[in-house]
């Protein structure tokens, strides 16, 4: 069975997890995406958006078949129950560094963040230390109360990603055309790279089995998708409009600047206010990430008290995070690792899905 006791406060609806799906893929890559995407699929990066949306989607199918056949448990539990206990905790661990991974780069990701846009005098290091004791604080009171958060920052901070709509007239639709003049291929190629940036939805295969009602996972999750889905275009779309491809492939937070040029007549600098509000968003990814880092480790050594688990990950991952806190240095490991995180992930599950579909 699974690995946690799932106390009734530590249940989650399933309007919850639809928070939770959207929060775990709209986080740093939302903010770094337009600038490699653009390298690639030009101006019809928001369509590779789209078709690069087919990952967590079928992330999505595969958590909600296997919980239906088995809803009150995890995948941790099902790979050592079919691939046996040896070699299903060796998938289980490799599943432990993709969270370590994802958690390490949103951290000094965002701690770069912050040192360019609104905290210069702070060493990394001190900014790691701070991010990361918030993050494990929150996720160490319990997946409910990350569902809960992760609602709350929803409605707060959607409209912020709206707001961008009322200053379209400061640019042109040009920027956009012509719609699918980088070609087909490239289209192609950008989904690839949109994939990446889903990362963070392998959290549900970990955490179905808190839903209270297991019967409204499937409309749940994949209205989660398609929000995440439309959030990516939205950004994606709106960077290029604003920017055009060449200024959008020169900056290294596309996004964040064009919050820079929105006026408003009652903000007198909405790119704080944004930034603010992101900062919500990234803490909130992280302690998501953090919950499931825990998690994972939990299941390997189950005598040992959760907190002691929680305090034991804490330097690990802020030792980690210190040696990404150059940006270039950060997205380029990343390029590297990504793509085999994701392999991995389709591999790990898809592999479950399979053996429960012919074992039974």
């Known amino acids: 069975m699974a690995t946690m006791n799932k106390a009734k406060n530590q249940l989650l609806t399933p309007s919850q997890m639809f928070f939770i799906v959207y929060g775990s893929m709209t986080g740093i890559g939302v903010l770094s995406l337009p600038k490699s995407l653009v390298e690639i699929s030009q101006q019809d990066a928001w369509i590779s958006s789209i078709v690069g949306a087919i990952y967590p989607l079928y992330i999505c199918l595969i958590v909600i078949y296997i919980s239906k056949k088995y809803p009150n448990d995890n995948i941790l539990f099902l790979s050592k129950k079919y691939f046996g206990n040896f070699l299903g905790k060796i998938f289980n661990l490799l599943f432990l560094i993709l969270f370590v991974l994802t958690t390490v ?105 808190y839903v209270n009602d297991k019967n409204k996972i499937k409309s749940f999750l994949l209205t989660g998708v398609f929000l995440t889905m439309v959030t990516y275009v939205w950004i994606m779309f709106i960077t290029i409009y604003y920017f055009g491809i060449d200024v959008t492939s020169k900056s290294l937070w596309p996004f964040l600047s064009a919050a820079e040029i929105i006026d408003i007549p009652i903000i007198n600098n909405f790119r704080y206010l944004f930034m603010l509000s992101w900062s919500f968003i990234l803490l909130k990814s992280i302690a998501i990430y953090y919950f499931g880092v825990v998690y994972i480790l939990k299941d390997f ?60």
Do not use: D, Q
């Not at 990394?124 to 609602?151: D, H, P």
């Not at 034991?312 to 030792?319: E, K, S």
């Not at 950060?330 to 479950?352: D, E, G, H």
């Open 105 to 209: 780069s949103v951290i000094s990701g965002y701690t770069n963040i912050v040192k360019v846009y609104a905290a210069e005098f702070l060493s990394s290091l001190k900014l790691i230390i701070i991010i990361t004791v918030v993050s494990m604080y929150t996720a160490y009171k319990g997946i409910s109360l990350i569902g809960k958060i992760s609602e709350i920052i929803f409605y707060i901070t959607l409209p912020l990603i709206i707001i961008p709509l009322f200053s379209l007239g400061k640019s042109s639709i040009l920027n956009i055309f012509p719609i699918l003049g980088s070609g087909i291929t490239n289209i192609l190629k950008g989904s690839i790279e949109t994939m990446y940036s889903y990362l963070g939805v392998e959290f549900l295969l970990l955490t179905y089995h």
């Open 301 to 360: 050594i189950k005598k040992i008290n959760v907190k002691k688990v929680y305090l034991f990950i804490y330097p690990i991952l802020v030792f980690l995070s210190m040696f990404f806190t150059n940006e270039i240095t950060r997205r380029n490991f990343l390029s590297k690792v990504t793509p085999v995180m994701v392999i991995f992930s389709l591999i790990y599950a898809s592999s479950v899905a399979l053996l429960i579909r012919i074992k039974g």
